[in-house]
C-alpha cells in the first residue's frame, strides 16, 4: 500500500492566520482526501482532491476556508485560512483507489489554534 | 450510503478474545464492510476486509452472516497495544466509493 508523508505534524497557529498542509505519497494514485478529526470524534470528510480539476467539497466545507491544491497525482496541499479556535483538530489526508486493499491515511497534523 | 452503528466503547484484559460487532442493515449488494484501527495521534489504519462468511488475516478475523446485515471483528489475544478505536465501514469497493467514517468503538484494553 501506498506510504504518505504528511506535513506539518503539529502547529501551534495566532487566529486570523493560514496554515497549509502537505501531503506526500510514495506512488502517483487518482484520488486524495482530506479528512479533519475534532478532538475526540470521528473523522469528517473535507474534500476530495482530483489532480486537473478543482476539488469536491462536502457540506459545510467551502474553498475560501480550505483552499486544497493537487499539482501531480503524488501531492496535494490543504491550507486553513483565516482560522480561529474552533479550527483547533487534526487534519488528515488519505489516498485510496477504491481497491480491496483500503485506504491509506496519514499521520496527521495537530493544529491548535489560539 | 449504509448506516453502521457499534458500541462506543469496549473493555478487556490482555490475553482475552475481544469481538466488535457492527450493525449495517441497509447494506447493499455492492458493498464490502472494512475495518480501520487508530490509535491516538495516528490516521486510521486499514485491518481487514470482507463480502461475505469469514475472513482471516494476521491481525483479526472478520465474521459476515449470510444476510450480512452485520459483522463481527475478531481481535485474538488482545494485548495492551491494541488499545485503540476501531471503525466499521461500509461501502462498495469502486472507484467513487470514498471511506465514511462512523464513530467507531473506542476499545480499552487493560493489564
Known amino acids: 500500500s501506498a506510504v504518505i508523508s504528511q506535513k506539518p505534524s503539529r502547529d501551534i497557529c495566532q487566529r486570523g492566520t493560514s496554515l497549509t498542509i502537505q501531503c506526500q505519497v510514495d506512488s502517483q494514485v487518482t484520488m486524495m482526501f482530506w479528512y479533519r478529526q475534532q478532538p475526540g470524534q470521528s473523522l469528517t470528510l473535507i474534500a476530495t482532491?482530483?489532480?486537473?480539476?478543482?476539488?469536491?467539497?462536502e457540506s459545510g466545507f467551502v474553498i475560501d476556508k480550505f483552499p486544497i491544491s493537487r499539482p501531480n497525482l503524488t501531492f496535494s496541499t490543504l491550507t486553513v485560512s483565516n482560522m480561529s479556535p474552533e479550527d483547533s483538530s487534526i487534519y488528515l489526508c488519505s489516498v485510496g483507489e477504491g481497491l480491496v486493499a483500503g485506504y491509506t491515511f496519514g499521520s496527521g497534523t495537530r493544529l491548535t489554534v489560539v | 450510503l449504509a448506516k453502521t452503528t457499534q458500541p462506543i466503547s469496549m473493555d478487556s484484559y490482555e490475553g482475552q478474545e475481544v469481538n466488535i460487532t457492527c450493525s449495517h442493515n441497509n447494506i447493499a449488494t455492492n458493498d464490502y464492510i472494512t475495518w480501520y484501527q487508530q490509535f491516538p495521534s495516528q490516521g486510521p489504519r486499514f485491518i481487514i476486509q470482507?463480502?461475505?462468511t469469514k475472513v482471516t488475516n494476521e491481525v483479526a478475523s472478520l465474521f459476515i452472516p449470510a444476510d450480512r446485515k452485520s459483522s463481527t471483528l475478531s481481535l485474538p489475544r488482545v494485548s495492551l497495544s491494541d488499545t485503540a478505536v476501531y471503525y466499521c465501514l461500509v461501502g462498495a469497493t469502486g472507484g467513487s466509493y470514498i471511506p465514511t467514517f462512523g464513530r467507531g468503538t473506542s476499545l480499552i484494553v487493560h493489564p
Open positions: 470482507g463480502y461475505k
Open positions: 482532491a482530483n489532480q486537473g480539476s478543482e476539488a469536491t467539497y
